[in-house]
Nanobody, 129 residues
Framework: QVQLAESGGGLVQAGGSLRLSCAAS???????????MGWFRQAPGKEREFVAA????????SYSDSVKGRFTISRDNAKNTVYLQMNSLKLEDTAVYYCAADRTFRTVLSTAPETYDYWGQGTQVTVSS
């Protein structure tokens, strides 16, 4: 069983930046590096939506069109941590951000939340004008 814990959320003005972290614990030492990792977000009254995903060794990534060019996903398997660098933040980026782990090897990174096996509790990101 893997536990995920997000951090780094907060209040930021439009145009600003935040860096989210997601630390994994539990499982074996090498467990984290066997998971594809993803970031999702959910705004009030909306469904959870895909933001970004990264392959097991960080060699592949995928982004939603709404964040492409502004957000960067990365991971450090030695630290069991995945990051989401968010630049040029917009009001519409306001949401609770969740990280998630996908145990299944895929040739194409999944953007569907139902395919992810483990989830963190989320961290609030609020972008103000």
């Amino acid at each position: 069983q893997v536990q995920l814990a997000e951090s780094g959320g907060g209040l930021v003005q439009a145009g600003g930046s935040l860096r989210l972290s997601c630390a994994a614990s539990g499982g074996t030492f090498s467990t984290f590096s066997t998971y594809h990792m993803g970031w999702f977000r959910q705004a009030p009254g909306k469904e959870r939506e895909f933001v970004a995903a990264i392959g097991r060794i960080g060699d592949r990534n995928s982004y939603s069109d709404s964040v492409k060019g502004r957000f960067t996903i990365s991971r450090d398997n030695a630290k069991n941590t995945v990051y989401l660098q968010m630049n040029s933040l917009k009001l519409e980026d306001t949401a609770v951000y969740y990280c998630a782990a996908d145990r299944t090897f895929r040739t194409v990174l999944s953007t569907a939340p139902e395919t992810y096996d483990y989830w963190g509790q989320g961290t609030q990101v609020t972008v103000s004008s």
